[in-house]
C-alpha cells in the first residue's frame, strides 16, 4: 500500500474488512438469494439380487459355480454405487446388452485369466469369471473414473487393477 501512497493515488476504503452478519437463508456473494433447485426424485437403484440373477444368465463369461467366491455382494454393491441415477432406469437390459455385445472378449478374459488358468494360480485376477465382474466390466467401460473413485473408498486397488489390465480397456484409471 505504500507504494499506492508514494504515487498519491488515493485508496479506497482502508477500514478492516467486517464479515457479514451470519445469514439465515441462502445467498450469492452479491447478497442475491439462490434459487432452489429441487432435487429430481431418483430413480431406484437397481437391486443386486436382480442385476446378479441378470449376469448368472451368461454361463460362458462365468466360472463354474464352485469356483466362485464373495459372496457377500461387496464388490457388487461398489460396483452398483458407479451407476448414476439417470441410468439406473433400465440398467439390467443396458447390463445384458453389454455382455453380448463383449461375448467373445469375455470369453477370452475366463480362458486367459479366470480359475484354472495359469496367471490365476498365483491368486491374482481373483474377479474373473463371477458375476459381479460383469458388472465392473461395464461400469469400467461406461463411467471408469467414477468406478474407481467408488472403488477406492471402500476396496483394494489391486483387484481392480488387475481387473483393468486383463481386460484391457480403452482407457486406465490407474494410478
Not at 485508496?11 to 437463508?25: D, E, G, I, R
Not at 460383469?134 to 487393477?161: H, K
Request: charged fraction near 25%; charge should be negative; aromatic fraction near 8%.
Amino acid at each position: 500500500m505504500a507504494h499506492l501512497e508514494a504515487l498519491d493515488m488515493p485508496l479506497a476504503n482502508t477500514a478492516p474488512y467486517a464479515p457479514s452478519p451470519p445469514s439465515t437463508h441462502d445467498a450469492d456473494a452479491y447478497g442475491q438469494e439462490l434459487a432452489s433447485v429441487a432435487e429430481p426424485s431418483p430413480a431406484l437403484a437397481p437391486e443386486a439380487r436382480d442385476v446378479l440373477a441378470a449376469a448368472e444368465r451368461f454361463p460362458w463369461a462365468l466360472a463354474a459355480p464352485g469356483t466362485r467366491h464373495w459372496p457377500d455382494g461387496e464388490f457388487l454393491d461398489v460396483a452398483l454405487s458407479a451407476v448414476r441415477t439417470e441410468e439406473r432406469e433400465g440398467y439390467i437390459e443396458r447390463l445384458a446388452a453389454f455382455v453380448e455385445q463383449h461375448r467373445k472378449r469375455l470369453e477370452e478374459l475366463l480362458r486367459a485369466y479366470g480359475p484354472g488358468s495359469r496367471p490365476a494360480e498365483f491368486g491374482r485376477y481373483s474377479l474373473i469369471g463371477q458375476p459381479e465382474t460383469l458388472v465392473i466390466l461395464e461400469r469400467m467401460e461406461t463411467a471408469p473414473f467414477l468406478l474407481r473413485s467408488r472403488w477406492d473408498e471402500a476396496l483394494e486397488a489391486v483387484l481392480l487393477a488387475d481387473l483393468e489390465f486383463a481386460w484391457g480397456p480403452r482407457m486406465r484409471v490407474s494410478r
